[in-house]
């Protein structure tokens, strides 16, 4: 995948994110969760943007480290949706399969980053 291409799924995962969250009950805990999965997919895309636009190798690979982290964290709001009956398994499911899909990703690049690092 491109960073182009992968740009603009992280882009698309954000925003299928902000439409889920906008269809969320009104309900405290509901709000809680939504306030933290706009935040942390949002930063996925946001902070992808910024690790391509790194001055220095170490910059990306702490910037893509961040991504990582948010990646993560999505992953773990959206497990938690269900538990909490704000939203039945069935429309959670493929945003956390892209999720996930995406933190691997950005584990792996993270990953090799640090290690074509350790090899200069």
């Known amino acids: 995948m491109t960073e182009k291409e992968l740009k603009i799924r ?6 299928e994110i902000l439409n ?11 709000h809680i969760i939504g306030n933290q999965l706009g935040r942390s997919a949002s930063a ?3 902070n992808y943007r910024a690790a391509c636009r790194a001055r220095s190798h170490a910059e990306f690979i702490a910037k893509i480290g961040i ?3 948010e990646a993560d964290e999505t992953q773990f709001w959206l497990d938690i949706i269900p538990e909490t009956k704000n939203a039945l398994p069935e429309k959670v499911s493929p945003l956390l399969n892209e999720a996930r899909e995406l933190t691997a990703i950005f584990t792996a690049a993270h ?4 290690t074509n690092r350790n090899k200069k």
């Open 111 to 114: 990953k090799t980053a640090k």
């Open 20 to 30: 889920f969250v906008d269809q969320l009950p009104n309900r405290r805990s509901a």
């Open 10 to 15: 992280t882009r698309r995962f954000t925003i």
């Open 67 to 69: 991504v990582e982290e």
């Open 44 to 46: 996925v895309a946001a």
